[in-house]
């Protein structure tokens, strides 16, 4: 039992190391795609709401204007603002207090090496904490197992929430081009 607690799984064993290594570069990278798709939509979705809320003003202030003009516009906003919120939160950092208990370290429930975990604890506190970790090996094996653990659901976060931002974005686009269209038809009906 002793044995177990001083040795690592991951050290010495290449096909592990590669493993790990491959696994924490792909999800960084992936965590690099999610956020410039989230810069991506935030963008796009600024674009429209800056060519689309004059027109709706303009819209507003004529006097033969039809509520049912309207709606197109309110359509295609809200469908904005609401990509822009979920693009936005994508991008966000999860919350973390940056804090950590020296006993979860000592019995590997915990890793010093993500940012999140120490930013606020002192230097006095981390510097024992990660020599008692870097002096275990199991200690480190649990660490890279939690670190990647979390990293995998950080860039799961990141693109359920993208994947809402586009079905939010394509819905809206979709119904307000349809209620254009629409309305295009009623008021051409009203002037022949």
Same mark, same amino acid.
């Given at each position: 039992?002793?044995?177990?607690?001083?040795? /690592? %799984?991951?050290?010495? &064993?290449? #096909?592990?190391?590669?493993?790990? =290594?491959? @696994? $924490?570069?792909?999800?960084? !990278?992936?965590?690099?795609?999610?956020?410039?798709?989230?810069?991506?939509?935030?963008?796009?979705?600024?674009?429209?709401?800056?060519?689309?809320?004059?027109?709706?003003?303009?819209?507003?202030?004529?006097?033969?204007?039809?509520?049912?003009?309207?709606?197109?516009?309110?359509?295609?906003?809200?469908?904005?603002?609401?990509?822009?919120?979920?693009?936005?939160?994508?991008?966000?950092?999860?919350? /973390? %207090?940056?804090?950590? &208990?020296? #006993?979860?370290?000592?019995?590997? =429930?915990? @890793? $010093?090496?993500?940012?999140? !975990?120490?930013?606020?604890?002192?230097?006095?506190?981390?510097?024992?904490?990660?020599?008692?970790?870097?002096?275990?090996?199991?200690?480190?094996?649990?660490?890279?197992?939690?670190?990647?653990?979390?990293?995998?659901?950080?860039?799961?976060?990141?693109?359920?929430?993208?994947?809402?931002?586009?079905?939010?974005?394509?819905?809206?686009?979709?119904?307000?081009?349809?209620?254009?269209?629409?309305?295009?038809?009623?008021?051409?009906?009203?002037?022949?």
């Amino acid at each position: 039992n002793k044995k177990s607690n001083t040795t /690592s %799984l991951i050290s010495g &064993n290449k #096909a592990a190391e590669m493993l790990f =290594k491959t @696994s $924490l570069r792909n999800h960084i !990278n992936l965590t690099k795609i999610a956020d410039n798709k989230a810069n991506i939509m935030l963008s796009i979705n600024a674009l429209i709401l800056t060519f689309a809320l004059p027109l709706l003003y303009q819209q507003m202030g004529t006097s033969n204007s039809s509520w049912y003009f309207m709606v197109p516009f309110f359509v295609l906003g809200g469908t904005c603002v609401l990509s822009m919120i979920n693009a936005a939160l994508a991008t966000r950092r999860g919350k /973390s %207090l940056g804090k950590f &208990n020296p #006993a979860d370290i000592q019995a590997g =429930k915990g @890793s $010093l090496f993500f940012f999140g !975990n120490f930013f606020n604890t002192p230097l006095s506190t981390y510097s024992p904490a990660m020599k008692q970790s870097l002096a275990n090996p199991s200690n480190l094996d649990d660490s890279a197992i939690i670190d990647l653990y979390f990293l995998g659901k950080s860039v799961g976060r990141k693109f359920m929430l993208l994947r809402r931002c586009y079905s939010f974005f394509l819905i809206g686009i979709t119904t307000s081009a349809f209620l254009f269209v629409i309305n295009i038809g009623i008021g051409l009906r009203f002037y022949l």
